[in-house]
């Protein structure tokens, strides 16, 4: 170095978090989605002792083949590990709960979908990650190319102001036999079990003991595009459900198909259309899209853009015919999430948006129920919960 030059001073190095994945019974591609980051490392897997043999088996499996521990005590491992990140995936019963102790173990939050299925529990999150200062990611698709093309558009002004958005939901997934398929005197399709099995083809998002319909399984993927889209708070919501497509959502009561109508403040009108309208009802994933319109004008977007399409002979029936590309949306939650640690910023989609979102669906659940539209008051964190 020449005696006159000026040293610059070298840049620590980013910090690599230390994470665990705190049950991943249901969607592992959470924790698989975070560690394909480089900031991020998979240092054990995590579960309580009492969960049944087939939820220990899936842990075992995943800590297997990324050669970490398994252990069967949460606590202990997230200290024992000295663990940075707590990535939760277990049934959605057990999502908060999960959520909140590895918080208070000293974990920032990275949690599948839904937020829970309890509002009381919803509640206690909210609190809970707001007294601790924890930084909270719910997952989600928000990075997928359409949607960060789609925000840009919406913020660079093209279209002007947003007047109405409709948002189009439909997974073309199965689950299970069509409905009327039950013979007279079977069983009824129990839930719990459907959703185990169902693991095998990733259709077990609503994987618990208690049932869930569409809304309450995927809601938060498009009203997720819809709070990306605008910071305008849901007043008020109309919706209508029913079993339409599966035996399992009719015998256990819960709609997989559904329309939603929600007014925003300032005017904005929104809907949803959300549905599991079976595998054979589209090539490949289903019909997912955003229609825009503003004061200077409108947009159609398609989630799944780009894509490429790919046909051949003897193609096995379950491939997907139309492939995404360019697809980022794990190394876009994970590097959001990595950078929420650094400054301390709210994540893409934190507690209290995922709160908000569980809310609104809890609304149109009960409009569903009764018929009725039904209002979103707002509520301060000092009455969502006792922190307990």
Not at 350 to 365: G, H, N, Q
Request: glycine share 8%; charged share 25%; hydrophobic share 40%.
């Amino acid at each position: 170095m020449s005696p006159t030059a000026e040293a610059t001073p070298q840049e620590a190095p980013a910090k690599i978090f230390r994470c665990a994945a705190v049950s991943a019974v249901k969607h592992d591609y959470v924790a698989r989605g975070m560690i394909s980051h480089p900031r991020f490392e998979l240092v054990v897997v995590a579960d309580e002792p009492h969960i049944p043999d087939w939820a220990h088996e899936r842990n075992q499996a995943f800590a297997d083949e990324f050669k970490v521990p398994y252990v069967r005590d949460v606590e202990r491992a997230l200290k024992e590990f000295h663990v940075d990140v707590a990535i939760v995936s277990p049934e959605a019963e057990r999502h908060c709960d999960l959520s909140i102790r590895a918080a208070r173990a000293g974990c920032h939050i990275v949690q599948d979908k839904p937020l829970t299925t309890r509002r009381s529990e919803a509640d206690r999150l909210r609190t809970e990650m707001a007294r601790l200062g924890k930084r909270f990611l719910m997952w989600n698709r928000n990075g997928l190319p359409a949607l960060v093309e789609t925000r840009r558009l919406v913020e660079s002004g093209e279209l002007g102001a947003l007047r109405a958005v409709h948002l189009d939901f439909y997974f073309a997934k199965d689950a299970g036999a069509p409905k009327g398929s039950r013979q007279p005197g079977y069983p009824l399709v129990n839930w719990q079990a459907h959703q185990i099995a169902a693991h095998l083809d990733g259709s077990d998002g609503g994987l618990g003991v208690e049932p869930m319909g569409e809304l309450a399984i995927e809601g938060i993927y498009p009203l997720a595009y819809l709070r990306a889209l605008t910071d305008a708070a849901v007043t008020r919501v109309f919706a209508r459900g029913a079993p339409h497509f599966h035996q399992l959502n009719a015998d256990n009561g819960v709609e997989d198909l559904a329309t939603v109508t929600l007014e925003l403040e300032g005017g904005l009108i929104a809907s949803l259309a959300i549905g599991r309208i079976g595998l054979a009802s589209h090539p490949s994933g289903g019909e997912i899209k955003l229609r825009l319109v503003g004061t200077k004008g409108a947009a159609v977007i398609n989630e799944a853009r780009p894509d490429v399409g790919i046909y051949y002979r003897n193609q096995p029936a379950r491939e997907p015919r139309q492939r995404r590309v360019a697809v980022e949306n794990d190394f876009l939650l994970a590097d959001d999430f990595a950078q929420a640690i650094d400054s301390g910023r709210p994540t893409m989609l934190d507690v209290e948006e995922s709160w908000k979102i569980f809310r609104t669906v809890e609304a149109a659940l009960e409009s569903i129920r009764t018929g009725q539209p039904v209002a979103l008051r707002k509520q301060a964190l000092s009455e969502s919960g006792d922190g307990t």
